[in-house]
Antibody, heavy 118, light 111 residues
């Protein structure tokens, strides 16, 4: 069974940092491109970042470029999102998701909440 | 990048059919067959319902179908059931640094 389990969210002050993790199991993690998608409270889904299967290529939404870093450890079957210079508008539930056919997300984690507030 | 445009809400009675539209541009929906649809119940993670415009993942009911015409994609749910009540989001690949753009979401109410 495919499972994606996020962790690392929490309350952080504006300007602070946080590192999210996503532990994958039930599939060959190293064969798949992975994404982070976020959802602000009561709002819609927003794409954040993508990393290719071996970690050599990344993409970022303009709103997080230069502040967030996506990475992965295929030996540990884990995806990461390093977030710096956090802003109130980064407050959201952060999901990791596996990229499947046609840029679709066939599997999602349950999300980890990030709250940026003083 | 602006989100794809979806109606904020739609409703239907059990057994009826409804259609949710998703309007983009020639840079996303209009130029690629990489449109997906997701169902999200409150407090839950999204679930993939349609990929590549009209394909259903294994396990998804054939009451769900997708199509595309020009810059607008559509999700049709036939034979509405109470369990279909949820938020629905479309997404598309986009030829820019943004990579994937989502619609604002549509709340489906089953009357």
């Amino acid at each position: 069974e495919v499972q994606l389990v996020e962790s690392g969210g929490g309350l952080v002050q504006p300007g602070g940092s946080l590192r999210l993790s996503c532990a994958a199991s039930g599939f060959t993690f190293s064969s798949y491109w992975m994404h982070w998608v976020r959802q602000a409270p009561g709002k819609g889904l927003v794409w954040v970042s993508r990393i290719n299967s071996d970690g050599s290529f990344t993409n970022y939404a303009d709103s997080v470029k230069g502040r967030f870093t996506i990475s992965r450890d295929n030996a540990k079957n884990t995806l990461y999102l390093e977030m710096k210079s956090l802003r109130a508008e980064d407050t959201a539930l952060y999901f990791c998701a596996r990229e499947d056919l046609g840029y679709s997300y066939g599997f999602w984690g349950q999300g980890t909440p990030v709250t940026v507030s003083s | 990048q602006s989100a794809l445009t979806q109606p904020a809400s739609v409703s239907g009675s059990p057994g009826q059919s409804i259609t949710i539209s998703c309007t983009g541009t020639s840079s996303d929906v209009g130029d690629y067959y990489y449109v997906s649809w997701y169902q999200q119940h409150p407090g839950k993670a999204p679930k993939l319902m349609i990929y590549e415009v009209s394909n259903r993942p294994s396990g998804v009911s054939n009451r769900f179908s997708g199509s595309k015409s020009g810059n607008t994609a559509s999700l049709t749910i036939s034979g509405l059931q109470a369990e279909d009540e949820a938020d629905y989001y479309c997404s598309s690949y986009i030829s820019s640094s943004t990579l994937v753009v989502f619609g604002g979401g549509t709340k489906l109410t089953v009357l």
